[in-house]
T-cell receptor
Framework: DGGITQSPKYLFRKEGQNVTLSCEQN?????MYWYRQDPGQGLRLIYY???????QKGDIAEGYSVSREKKESFPLTVTSAQKNPTAFYLC??????????????FGQGTRLTVV | AQKVTQAQTEISVVEKEDVTLDCVYE???????LFWYKQPPSGELVFLIR??????QNEISGRYSWNFQKSTSSFNFTITASQVVDSAVYFC???????????????FGTGTLLAVQP
């Protein structure tokens, strides 16, 4: 079935460690996004990519990094510079500019906890 | 500034009651799209509806209906005869043109947690 797969579902990080969250899609979508969800704050955009080998900062990019080497993959690295990384992270995709304003498809999320 | 406001943080109803979730948006653009998503306990956001800024017709899909009013910048969502399976967090979101093109970025409201009691 086509969709977006995020892994792992739960992730624990020690202080000072970098961790990478995986996001893979088989929908042949050009655009991919990473959102962070905190209680009472809705979803906030971290990074997005509209095409392979290109990505843009969202509203809260500090302490995060991404890459887009393949169309189907958009991994997010939470670096030690992110002071409060405990949150629920959601990856999304949509067809991109070919179909403007289409709905996004979301993965099931990764819950990251700093221990 | 672009903004989506969902003033209702939590709503609790008893099964079979009707419930309306409010959404108010701000945007400087004349072309924009509004969305509603449902987030069940599993965490994945499920798309419910998309409406563009030029179409103010209300829409009904089964027990769900949406009321879009540009005059008040609102896009409210009503569930008729609520069921326990409707319990979830519901998000309203805005997508707009940017620099003459669509990045398809979504600006989300803070969500409304709906609890339907049996």
């Amino acid at each position: 079935d086509g969709g977006i797969t995020q892994s792992p579902k739960y992730l624990f990080r020690k202080e000072g460690q970098n961790v990478t969250l995986s996001c893979e899609q088989n929908l042949n979508h050009d655009a991919m996004y990473w959102y962070r969800q905190d209680p009472g704050q809705g979803l906030r955009l971290i990074y997005y990519s509209q095409i392979v080998n290109d990505f843009q900062k969202g509203d809260i990019a500090e302490g995060y990094s991404v890459s887009r080497e393949k169309k189907e993959s958009f991994p997010l690295t939470v670096t030690s510079a992110q002071k409060n990384p405990t949150a629920f992270y959601l990856c999304a995709s949509n067809p991109g500019n070919v179909l403007r304003h289409t709905e996004a498809f979301f993965g099931q999320g990764t819950r990251l906890t700093v221990v | 500034a672009q903004k989506v406001t969902q003033a209702q943080t939590e709503i609790s109803v008893v099964e079979k009651e009707d419930v309306t979730l409010d959404c108010v948006y701000e945007t400087r653009d004349t072309t924009y799209y509004l969305f509603w998503y449902k987030q069940p306990p599993s965490g994945e956001l499920v798309f419910l509806i998309r409406r563009n800024s030029f179409d103010e017709q209300n829409e009904i899909s089964g027990r769900y209906s949406w009321n879009f009013q540009k005059s008040t910048s609102s896009f409210n969502f009503t569930i008729t005869a609520s069921q326990v399976v409707d319990s979830a967090v519901y998000f309203c979101a805005l997508s707009e043109e940017e620099y003459g093109g669509a990045t398809n970025k979504l600006i989300f409201g803070t969500g409304t947690l709906l609890a339907v009691q049996p």
